[in-house]
């Protein structure tokens, strides 16, 4: 590959870099609206007492393109589940994936209450 050609290639893929990483950017920011409306979603339609974020939206390196959202909830009536996971998903195009505290793993739990935030 000759100088400039390798100059050339260096460009490009600086560009693709910086428009993979605005693209990154811009998913970030949209989650965490989406967060902010499952979390009110959450609340206020089925009187979940407490909603904690967890998983890669909180630490934002971990955070890529195709990442979900994960959200642990406490006072969720188990008969409510399945349709607070539905209008979830009719939320945004990004995948869900809602635990309830009370159901799940002791080691999940632990988890999620150490390192998650609750909102």
Do not use: W
């Amino acid at each position: 590959m000759s100088p400039e050609e390798m100059a050339v290639f260096r460009r490009n893929l600086a560009l693709r870099q910086q428009a993979e990483h605005l693209r990154l950017a811009q998913r970030y920011e949209v989650a965490s609206q989406v967060v902010q409306s499952t979390k009110t979603l959450l609340k206020q339609d089925f009187q979940a007492r407490e909603v904690i974020l967890f998983g890669s939206l909180l630490h934002r390196e971990r955070f890529h393109l195709s990442s979900d959202i994960d959200l642990a909830v406490r006072g969720l009536d188990p008969l409510d589940y399945f349709t607070a996971v539905a209008k979830l998903q009719d939320i945004s195009s990004f995948k869900i994936d809602l635990v309830r505290l009370e159901t799940c793993k002791p080691s999940l739990a632990v988890v999620i209450t150490t390192e998650g935030q609750p909102l």
